[in-house]
């Protein structure tokens, strides 16, 4: 059982995850030879299954980072390709195609890369491994193969062979071993032989006495020895085996011995030769666990420095403060549920009142200036007799028909206008700002998907009563569109209240007045296209239509200015007037109200909106306030199920480094603490590699 090697192999695995690949190199075993030396071949037999890129313009541009994992578990052999996110490829074939593809996406230009491709196989007859194949040397760069090619595939397998890796050496039989371009490479940086497997393949291609020499070869003598195979299926049987290719190895072997076995004085046990792909399975398996033993205790304690070091970092960074993306979350909401909290005790009855009351004023003040400051024509038409200006309002009949029914329509006016709707509108669309501020302020507001889940759990609590909230104002305020009972107090609040309504309304005309001026040049300019527009007004001057070029010396755009500031004009008189008035004695009771339609207007809607907020403070906001932080509660678990947890947590760059940390020295606790169990089963036995 080499149970080093997978202990390491797991390790190493576990390392990668978190991108500490780097903290230990455990040793591998690499594989080097010139093109067609039979280095595909070699591999393909010991895992037992063609897999490996082939074609006669195949050049191998990338190392591939073999992993075999000893699975008894697996039901059938199987490759993954950690890098892709492929897992579990069943079918030998395209874990071929999928090698040529990530072969050839090396550019040519760049020749090769030392990036390497992943790729882990599992299967229940394979040893736990860890090899690399490298592309094969060669020899003369071909026609359309740039010079350098040959260069930078040395370069490459130089940068691989160095200690503790386990060099395999492959060298054909029938080629002259001095000139194994693989043996002179291993020899280069493995002059002692200690670490190279030297492996002879196509023993049945030269004679048993010529195979023999160059097993027991002396010119580079290996302490791990040389290993004659034959990788390849004599051709009868090729057909057969492919078909079935989980027993390539069985068919190798078989033949292998067959061969082996009917030189007996030359292979025989008693020639003191290896031969055999599994002799040299066995062999690789050796040695490599030798090598992993050899380097635990330096692994430990690179680990254990790394720890400590992460350890360190986790004191000085974060104090040794917990964090879980589960508990950010906690503590995001927590927060934010504390925030809101606070916000609804600020916001009640009376914030939505004065909401509301402001969104009617503004209803009062159309309604004024729809009944009375700018009297439409056809009222003209309908009581041609009546006194027709608000200015003769003063000295009008306090039964006047007309100024009564006028009241009376504004005042209905005003009821009828969707105040459920209104209120409602408001309402939401207040709290729903004030919500999307508290999600501003909150860490939330790192969190774009979730700050939007929760706006949106808003809007739904929201939308959800407000049809009903706005038909129950509307039933309410019923009684008001016919009789809005006014009671005294009622009636001088509301002329306090719009005495300060019609002089901001009359501040806001003088502004619009001033910024006018300042856009026309001076107030001496406005005041000059101010005349002409009176006095074409009244007929004194005669202006044909909007011409493009104006008239009186006036551009048409200056004209336009001048008619606007006439109507400010006239609107800014109106209202001084009506201030006078509702200051005035007459306004001061409730029974002069046809002459103060102004303080009646404000009335009624006080008394609309203090009605609509009784049923909108019950309906909705005390509705909402109850039921949106468990709206956003289900919202966010929904949001975060399948992994959202994660990604939330970690889209905020400082939990995300914390994550990380902690991530990191969790696990290098668990590598260490598997690694101590490896040292408590009599693993380092520490020394170089096995002898062969
Ligand atoms: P690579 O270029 O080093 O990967 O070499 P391959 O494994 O592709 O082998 C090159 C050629 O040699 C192929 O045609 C193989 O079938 C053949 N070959 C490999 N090993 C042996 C062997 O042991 N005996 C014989 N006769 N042919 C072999």
Redesign the pocket.
């Known amino acids: 059982m080499m149970y080093v090697t997978k202990r390491m192999i797991e390790i190493r695995n576990l390392l990668q995850k978190v991108g500490q690949s780097n903290t230990v190199t455990l040793p591998s075993i690499v594989v080097i030879?010139?093109?067609?030396?039979?280095?595909?071949?070699?591999l393909e037999a010991i895992v037992g299954h063609e897999f490996?890129p082939?074609g006669s313009n195949m050049i191998t541009r990338r190392p591939i980072e073999l992993t075999l994992v000893n699975d008894p578990e697996a039901r059938t052999d199987y490759g993954e390709f950690p890098d892709l996110g492929l897992s579990k490829v069943t079918d030998f074939t395209l874990i071929q195609k999928t090698l040529t593809e990530l072969n050839q996406s090396v550019p040519e230009s760049l020749c090769v890369t030392d990036d390497p491709i992943r790729l882990i196989i599992h299967s229940p007859r394979i040893p736990d491994l860890s090899l690399i194949d490298l592309p094969?040397y060669i020899q003369v760069a071909g026609e359309n193969q740039p010079r350098e090619l040959k260069r930078k595939i040395s370069e490459l397998c130089d940068k691989y062979i160095r200690g503790p890796n386990i060099i395999l050496a492959?060298s054909a039989a029938d080629t002259d071993l001095a000139n194994s371009t693989a043996l002179q490479a291993s020899r280069r940086v493995d002059p002692r032989g200690e670490r190279t497997i030297g492996v002879i393949?196509?023993?049945?291609?030269v004679d048993p006495d010529k195979g023999v020499a160059i097993l027991t070869d002396r010119q580079y003598p290996l302490r791990l020895g040389y290993v004659g195979?034959?990788?390849?299926l004599p051709s009868q049987t090729g057909s057969l085996f492919r078909r079935e290719t989980s027993n390539l190895l069985a068919g190798i072997s078989r033949n292998e011995k067959a061969f082996f076995n009917s030189y007996p004085s030359e292979f025989g046990p008693e020639s003191g030769v290896n031969t055999g792909t599994m002799t040299l399975r066995k062999k690789l398996m050796q040695v490599l666990e030798h090598q992993m033993s050899s380097k635990l205790q330096e692994t430990t304690e690179s680990i254990q420095r790394e720890l400590e070091e992460t350890t360190y970092q986790f004191k000085v960074q974060y104090n040794e403060q917990p964090m879980s993306a589960e508990a950010y979350l906690a503590a995001s909401l927590d927060d934010f549920k504390h925030q809101f909290h606070e916000y609804t005790s600020s916001f009640g009855r009376a914030q939505l009142q004065g909401l509301l009351k402001s969104a009617l004023d503004q209803k009062v003040l159309d309604q004024l200036a729809a009944r009375y400051w700018n009297r439409p024509v056809e009222d003209l038409a309908i009581a041609p007799h009546e006194p027709d200006t608000i200015a003769d309002l003063p000295k009008a009949d306090p039964n006047s028909p007309y100024w009564h029914r006028q009241l009376d329509t504004a005042a209905s006016g005003l009821s009828r206008l969707g105040v459920g709707r209104l209120a409602a509108t408001v309402a939401a669309s207040t709290v729903q700002s004030n919500i999307d501020k508290l999600l501003d302020k909150s860490s939330f507001s790192k969190h774009p998907s979730a700050r939007r889940v929760i706006s949106e759990a808003a809007s739904t609590v929201l939308a959800d009563r407000s049809y009903a909230t706005s038909d129950g104002i509307e039933i309410s305020i019923k009684p008001y569109k016919f009789d809005p009972d006014i009671q005294p107090n009622e009636w001088n609040q509301g002329r306090e209240h719009v005495v300060g309504l019609l002089q901001t309304e009359l501040d806001q005309c003088q502004a619009a007045m001033k910024s006018l001026e300042n856009s026309v040049g001076g107030r001496k300019k406005l005041k000059e296209v101010i005349s002409f527009v009176d006095k074409a007004r009244k007929g004194d001057i005669v202006v044909e239509g909007d011409h493009p070029s104006g008239a009186g010396g006036f551009s048409s755009a200056l004209l336009a200015r001048g008619r606007e500031a006439v109507f400010l004009r006239d609107r800014a008189d109106i209202i001084n007037m009506r201030i006078q008035a509702a200051k005035s004695r007459k306004c001061k009771t409730l029974d002069n109200k046809y002459y103060c339609p102004e303080v009646f207007l404000d009335a009624v809607a006080t008394k609309l909106a203090q009605t609509a907020v009784l049923f909108l403070n019950v309906e909705m906001l005390n509705d909402f306030y109850a039921r949106f932080p468990r709206e956003v509660e289900s919202k966010l678990r929904e949001h975060m199920a399948a992994g959202g947890l994660e990604r939330f947590a970690r889209e905020d760059p400082k939990v995300r480094r914390h994550l990380d940390l902690i991530h990191r020295k969790e696990l290098l606790e668990l590598v260490l603490a598997k690694i101590e169990d490896l040292h408590r089963f009599g693993g380092g036995s520490g020394g170089g590699a096995a002898a062969g």
């Open positions: 030879g010139s093109q067609s030396s039979g280095k595909s071949s070699v490996l082939k094969g492959i393949t196509k023993m049945d291609l195979v034959i990788s390849k």
